[in-house]
Each structure stands twice: as C-alpha cells, then as structure tokens.
C-alpha cells in the first residue's frame, strides 16, 4: 500500500503545483521543472506496481 500512497502524494503535488502557477505564484521554469521531476517519481511508482492498472483506474479507485 506504500506505494500506492506515494502515487496518491504525487498526485495530489502535482494538483498544488499546476493552482500554484495558474495563480502566478510558481514562474514557468521553476514549474516545467518540477513537474518533470514529480512525473519522473510518478513514473518510478508506476512501474514498480505489479498489475498497475492506469491512471484513470488508480483515480477512481482512490475517489481523487
């Protein structure tokens, strides 16, 4: 379940960071980076997950 709570974190990070830089408080670089490096980690968990079955499933499994 641990790295199912670590997708969960990523995802919700994500979500915080794109508010954040639609409200202008993250500029675009600092935003391109680290997007990149949240889905770089969100990847990582993702094949580690034996029978990961997408995004949309995970999603509607964890009511996000």
Avoid at 14 to 39: C, H, Q, T
Wanted: glycine content about 4%; proline content about 2%; some cysteine.
């Amino acid at each position: 379940m641990e790295r199912e709570q670590n997708i969960f974190a990523i995802i919700k990070t994500m979500e915080f960071l794109e508010i954040a830089y639609m409200n202008g408080k993250v500029p675009g670089e600092k935003y391109d980076a680290e997007w990149r490096s949240l889905f770089h980690q969100f990847q990582t968990c993702t094949n580690v997950i034996q029978n990961f079955e997408g995004i949309d499933s995970f999603i509607q499994r964890m009511n996000l």
